[in-house]
């Protein structure tokens, strides 16, 4: 029986499934809540396909409450590459929201979730951008970064040269060329990153140099439209390697064939990784 027409008895068998190789504290009531709303929404669904009645089932990510639309929103899968000042502009990554405006000879970019890139003009811009999150700002002249945030946390990385983070304190956060800097309410982490392999996502890749299958995962959910889930055994199996985000079909397979996990295809696009015994 196909995604689409799931009937509402593998909605139980789903949460049973991940219930049984995840563990009841892992399966998380978030999911559930959702899952149950989609077996909700799909009756309800039925029931107005029967009256004539029409209904949009979005996506939870997807929703945005009318009057508080962002002047961008990209979906599952698209990246975005918008033109500002001085030829310059920035690159959204899917799954992301911004506000953009221009105001006293800058570029202001509210960051409201997602990732966003900036990329300096070809000649040297004179036009200095400023890229605002609930966590922090970063004001910056012709110097190529990248901000990502998410309800829990910020990370800003660097290329060839170092930019300031300022935070809603007033804090300021140096963050040296080449650097990643993540910031949560543990505390603020700071590791060594290549540009070419941070904003490798730009041109489909994903490139994690010494790190886990969790952060492959991390990278490939803004692709796929619909969960992926993992044990934390397999979370934590160490990863490294080149993967493509345009094909993320063929990617977990290859994770499949390179790792020791199994992968199950469940009901909603929904897929669960766990480790092998």
Same mark, same amino acid.
């Given at each position: 029986?196909?995604? *689409?027409?799931?009937?509402?008895?593998?909605?139980?068998?789903?949460?049973?499934?991940? &219930?049984?190789?995840?563990?009841?504290?892992?399966?998380?009531?978030?999911?559930? @809540?959702?899952?149950?709303?989609?077996? !909700?929404?799909?009756?309800?669904?039925?029931?107005?396909? !029967?009256?004539?009645?029409?209904?949009?089932?979005? @996506?939870? *990510?997807?929703?945005?409450?009318?009057?508080?639309?962002?002047?961008?929103?990209?979906?599952?899968?698209?990246?975005?590459?918008?033109?500002?000042?001085? #030829? #310059? @502009?920035?690159?959204?990554?899917? @799954?992301?929201?911004?506000?953009?405006?221009?105001?006293?000879?800058?570029?202001?970019?509210?960051?409201?979730?997602?990732?966003?890139?900036?990329?300096?003009?070809?000649?040297?811009?004179?036009?200095?951008?400023?890229?605002?999150?609930?966590?922090?700002?970063?004001?910056?002249? #012709?110097?190529?970064?990248?901000?990502?945030?998410?309800?829990? #946390?910020?990370?800003?990385?660097?290329?060839?040269?170092?930019?300031?983070?300022?935070?809603?304190?007033?804090?300021?956060?140096?963050?040296?060329?080449?650097?990643?800097?993540?910031?949560?309410?543990?505390?603020?982490?700071?590791?060594?990153?290549?540009?070419? *392999?941070?904003?490798?996502?730009?041109?489909?890749?994903?490139?994690?140099?010494?790190?886990?299958?969790?952060?492959?995962?991390?990278?490939?959910?803004?692709?796929?439209?619909?969960?992926?889930?993992?044990?934390?055994?397999?979370?934590?199996?160490?990863?490294?390697?080149?993967?493509?985000?345009?094909?993320?079909?063929?990617?977990?397979?290859?994770?499949?064939?390179?790792?020791?996990?199994?992968?199950?295809?469940?009901?909603? &696009?929904?897929?669960?990784?766990?480790?092998?015994?």
């Amino acid at each position: 029986m196909s995604d *689409n027409h799931s009937s509402p008895d593998a909605l139980d068998r789903t949460l049973a499934e991940m &219930r049984e190789q995840l563990g009841l504290a892992r399966v998380g009531r978030a999911y559930e @809540r959702r899952i149950n709303r989609r077996g !909700f929404l799909m009756k309800t669904s039925t029931a107005a396909a !029967f009256s004539g009645a029409a209904i949009y089932i979005a @996506r939870d *990510n997807d929703i945005v409450w009318p009057g508080m639309e962002p002047d961008v929103l990209t979906t599952t899968g698209q990246i975005s590459r918008i033109e500002l000042a001085s #030829s #310059s @502009r920035i690159i959204l990554a899917p @799954r992301t929201a911004v506000d953009i405006h221009h105001e006293q000879g800058t570029s202001l970019v509210r960051l409201r979730r997602g990732t966003a890139l900036y990329e300096p003009g070809g000649s040297r811009s004179t036009i200095p951008i400023r890229v605002e999150t609930r966590m922090g700002v970063v004001e910056a002249i #012709s110097v190529p970064f990248q901000m990502s945030v998410s309800s829990h #946390s910020l990370t800003v990385s660097t290329a060839n040269i170092p930019v300031t983070l300022r935070s809603l304190k007033g804090q300021l956060v140096p963050i040296p060329a080449g650097c990643t800097v993540v910031i949560t309410s543990s505390g603020v982490v700071r590791t060594t990153a290549r540009w070419d *392999n941070v904003s490798a996502w730009t041109r489909g890749d994903l490139i994690i140099e010494s790190g886990t299958l969790h952060d492959i995962i991390v990278g490939l959910r803004p692709y796929w439209d619909g969960h992926i889930v993992m044990s934390p055994r397999a979370a934590a199996i160490p990863a490294a390697g080149l993967f493509s985000l345009l094909q993320v079909n063929r990617t977990l397979g290859q994770l499949s064939a390179d790792f020791p996990i199994q992968i199950a295809y469940l009901p909603f &696009r929904t897929v669960l990784l766990r480790a092998i015994s």
